[in-house]
């Protein structure tokens, strides 16, 4: 079965520190890579998401990610946070599958969060 | 930017009711999802619907579970029993292709006394 790991639940950093997050997933197969963002109070955002192509995938609000796939790891960074960023970060998988309809399903299978906690 | 749109937002309900959850995909979307979040926990996965039909659940979605779009706009999930333990918040999400991506909407937020 698929499952993802983050390894960090709480991150606290300074502003302009640098970030990296952690996330580390188990599947054999294609995978896609997405990483969401949970604001206090808030829903899920999406920050960048992986499909194919360049491993350096770069989404919203200055967030990049690597995926490198022999390490099956997805890792989140960004150069220098600032106190807006505090929120809750979660890695997720889908498996990357063609369906006989021509289209594509999967759920997603997110990791535990990574809570980060950002001081002024 | 298309929206997925859940309501209510908060409900509060006794133990051993019947609650029905609604969301409201994005209008061009043909998958759609239920995720729920006990608090403090991951996001988990409940099931995905398809072409009227139930396409993947989990082991969470059981028999006290069901999911229906009785229009062409709305996706329900009813919890035919609730339980103190079902008590988390419930996400609805739509996507295009599954694989490109999804939307989620804001929760609605089940309290189960």
């Known amino acids: 079965a698929q499952s993802v790991s983050q390894h960090n639940h709480h991150v606290i950093l300074s502003e302009a520190a640098s970030l990296e997050l952690g996330c580390n997933y188990s599947y054999g197969g294609t995978v896609n890579l997405f990483w969401y963002v949970q604001y206090p109070g808030q829903h899920l955002q999406l920050l960048l998401k992986y499909f194919s192509g360049d491993p350096l995938v770069k989404g919203i609000k200055g967030f990049e990610a690597e995926f490198i796939k022999s390490k099956f790891s997805f890792n989140l960074r960004k150069p220098s946070v600032q106190w807006s960023d505090t929120a809750e970060y979660f890695c997720?998988?889908?498996?990357?599958?063609?369906?006989?309809?021509?289209?594509?399903?999967?759920?997603?299978?997110f990791g535990k969060g990574t809570k980060l906690s950002v001081k002024p | 930017e298309p929206e997925v749109t859940q309501t209510p937002s908060h409900q509060v309900t006794q133990m051993g009711q019947e609650v029905i959850l609604r969301c409201v995909p994005i209008s061009n979307h043909l998958y759609f999802y239920w995720y729920r979040q006990i608090l403090g926990q991951k996001v988990e996965f409940l099931v995905s619907f398809y072409n009227n039909e139930i396409s993947e659940k989990s082991e969470i979605f059981d028999d006290q579970f069901s999911v229906e779009r009785p229009d062409g706009s709305n996706f329900t999930l009813k919890i035919r029993s609730t339980k103190l333990e079902d008590s988390a918040m419930y996400f609805c999400?739509?996507?295009?292709?599954?694989?490109?991506?999804?939307?989620f909407g804001s929760g609605t937020r089940l309290t189960v006394v």
């Open positions: 997720a998988v889908n498996r990357s599958w063609r369906g006989s309809y021509g289209g594509s399903q999967g759920n997603l299978i």
């Open positions: 999400a739509s996507s295009d292709k599954g694989r490109y991506g999804y939307t």
